[in-house]
């Protein structure tokens, strides 16, 4: 038995070591370094439960229940950090303050005292499955399903010793098979130390990939595509529309005298102008359209399974709306109108990406030229008109 709390602190006391290591550098109240406190708590009370030969009997009861319980507490205070969700407030004392009064309440009653103990740290562990099931927390990745399946093996192994002590089974035990009991539950909480741990650094790491995608692939100011991830998706669709033999429109937008709105109102008001006709490009669009900020104040839109009028018609809508709402910007309200180029209908086999878009964007330039705040249409392909 004292080799298992040794080995079980040493453990835990080596994963916090190296979890805070990841953590340096990172501000006080980033998720792991309430994960690496949990984790030194928890090697603290293994550290309690050796000392048994050392300290009465109260005390390492009391002192490595409450250690316990606070570790579980730091685990939930790491969790809800990493999904962003408000903090605990008082609600986190209440295990910390309940485990140690009940304790000490049936601390001459084993029986009584393992099972109070015990459904309090079920409690724990049940709200942090909840926040980890929770529909509307998005970390969907594997690190996720590490910690549910960890912590579910927790809840049970804590659920058959609850029932252990209220069937009495714990009473009949002689001393050898209390001993192995203990063994085998120590065993499987370093399995799951080890377990929970890796799930929660993994699931750090996840994130940190996915907002490197994201800042890779998305513009930080509109919140759409940037260049390169719409110029990707815009392969893909055209591809796809060779392949099955679809419509496809594509839309080239740009902010009228755009210039005119930094230099009279300032570049603040510039972004706000530009997040403003984002956001009404995209309000309008289909679920299966796609939009992005192409550079500048210049958008793309791909219209798949679209005709040259029904892109049109969008392309008007689009004027339209963003000619009617103006954007606010203090005590101002700054109007815009855009200029669209369109290119649509069919996509045969020799049409590839870069020609869409230019085609579209000559249509572009042409709406400029012809007065802007107007659409007009990419002109039929030179080889098409020495066919006809």
């Known amino acids: 038995m004292q080799t298992l709390f040794v080995v079980v602190t040493s453990v835990a006391l080596l994963l916090s070591f190296w979890v805070a290591f990841m953590a340096w550098g990172q501000p006080a109240r980033h998720a792991l370094w309430a994960w690496a406190l949990a984790l030194l708590f928890y090697g603290a009370s293994q550290a309690v439960f050796a000392l048994r030969d050392f300290l009465s009997f109260g005390v390492i009861l009391v002192t490595g229940n409450t250690a316990c319980a606070l570790a579980l507490v730091l685990m939930q205070v790491a969790l809800r950090r990493f999904q962003g969700a408000e903090s605990l407030g008082l609600r ?7 485990v140690p009064f009940l ?4 601390l001459n009653q084993p029986r009584w005292r ?7 740290f079920c409690y724990q562990i049940g709200v942090i499955l909840l926040a980890l099931l929770h529909p509307g927390q998005k970390q969907h990745g594997r690190g996720r399903y590490i910690l549910v399946g960890a912590f579910s093996v927790l809840l049970l192994i804590l659920s058959l010793r609850s029932a252990a002590a209220i069937t ?3 009473d009949d035990q ?3 098979d209390t001993s192995r009991w203990l063994a085998l539950v120590f065993l499987i909480s370093m399995w799951v130390i080890l377990s929970i741990t890796l799930g929660f650094v993994y699931m750090t790491v996840e994130r940190a990939e996915r907002l490197n995608f994201e800042l890779a692939m998305k513009d930080m100011l509109t919140g759409m595509a940037n260049r390169r991830a719409i110029t990707d998706q815009l392969l893909n669709t055209v591809a796809r529309a060779q392949r099955q033999g679809q419509y496809l429109s594509v839309l080239m937008l740009d902010i009228d005298h755009f210039k005119h709105v930094n230099d009279g109102y300032g570049h603040q008001a510039g972004d706000m102008v530009l997040r403003g006709v984002a956001q009404i490009l995209q309000s309008r669009l289909r679920a299966q359209d796609q939009i992005g900020r192409f550079g500048g104040e210049e958008f793309l839109v791909i219209l798949p399974d679209t005709s ?5 018609t969008l392309a008007e809508a689009l004027r339209q709306a963003v000619e009617a709402t103006p954007t606010q910007w203090g005590a101002h ?4 109108t ?3 180029g369109v290119r649509g209908g069919a996509v045969t086999g020799g049409d590839t990406a870069d020609k869409l878009v230019g085609a579209a964007d000559a249509a572009l330039y042409r709406a400029k030229q012809n007065g802007r705040n107007r659409v007009e249409v990419a002109l039929p392909q030179p080889a098409l008109l020495a066919g006809g």
């Open 114 to 120: 393992v099972l109070s103990v015990t459904l309090v």
């Open 338 to 340: 855009i200029s669209i």
């Open 308 to 312: 040259l009028e029904g892109a049109q």
């Open 168 to 170: 009495g089974a714990l």
């Open 333 to 336: 309200s700054i109007a815009v």
């Open 174 to 176: 002689s001393g050898a």
């Open 92 to 98: 986190w004392s209440l295990p910390v303050v309940l």
């Open 103 to 106: 304790t000490l309440l049936s």
